[in-house]
């Protein structure tokens, strides 16, 4: 399955954040979301074989990697309060694939 | 910007009820729709995708219809059971950029 670390983190506004992916075995496709309180999981951006794919609508301070071993991060820089949300990825066996596997997330606390 | 909607926010119901769900999207350039059902501290777990109008998914005592045309579909549980609690997540395919529209989802708590 897919799975995410830190489960939890804690953060100074301003700080840099860094949250790690691990996708399904095989798929090449990898998604991130953010959902904020009372609110459904937000598009990051999405990441095919290693190139950004798609973006919704973040800020650059939001950007992500992905590398060959089925591994990806997202990082936020310059945090802010608002960044406080759980943070789900989700992979899948490529582009155009409609079936999204998700990991359980990763609770951010911005302070 | 698709705007997906969920109905209604939260649900209580007695074991053994049956119950409904609503989810509607924009009718236009529609692609998937994805039912998620998701237990707190776990990861959402794929329940169905449907694509063609008039689908009729079924899993065990959950099921659900799409009405592509009108923009809208069902989730149907019957005879609650306390382990169906959950929030319950319906979800578009976007399309081009590849990612889910989610809704806010509809929290559905079970009582014995």
New interface residues.
């Given amino acids: 399955g897919v799975t995410q670390s830190p489960t939890h983190l804690i953060k100074t506004r301003g700080q840099q954040v860094t949250l790690r992916c691990s996708s399904q075995s095989g798929h090449n496709t990898v998604s991130w979301y953010q959902q904020a309180l009372g609110q459904g999981p937000q598009f990051i951006f999405q990441y095919y074989r290693e190139e950004e794919n798609g973006r919704g609508n973040f800020p650059p301070r939001f950007s992500g990697l992905q590398f060959p071993n089925d591994s990806s991060e997202l990082n936020v820089n310059a945090l802010e309060l608002d960044d406080s949300a759980l943070y789900l990825c989700a992979s899948s066996s490529g582009l155009g694939s409609y079936e999204q596997y998700f990991g359980p997330g990763t609770r951010l606390t911005v302070t | 910007i698709l705007n997906?909607e969920q109905s209604p926010q939260s649900l209580h119901v007695q074991e053994g009820d049956s119950t409904n769900f609503t989810c509607s999207f924009p009718s236009s350039n529609f692609?998937?729709l994805?039912w998620?059902r998701w237990e707190t501290?776990?990861?959402?777990e794929?329940l169905f995708?449907m694509?063609l109008n008039g689908d009729e998914k079924k899993k065990g005592r959950i099921s659900a219809t799409l009405n592509t045309k009108e923009g809208y579909s069902y989730l149907y549980i019957k005879g609650s059971q306390p382990e169906d609690s959950a929030t319950y997540?319906c979800?578009s395919?976007?399309g081009?950029?590849?990612?889910?529209?989610?809704?806010?989802?509809t929290k559905l708590s079970v009582k014995p």
């Fill in positions: 997906v692609y998937a994805h998620y501290a776990k990861s959402p794929a995708v694509t997540l979800a395919y976007g081009s950029q590849g990612n889910l529209i989610f809704g806010k989802g």
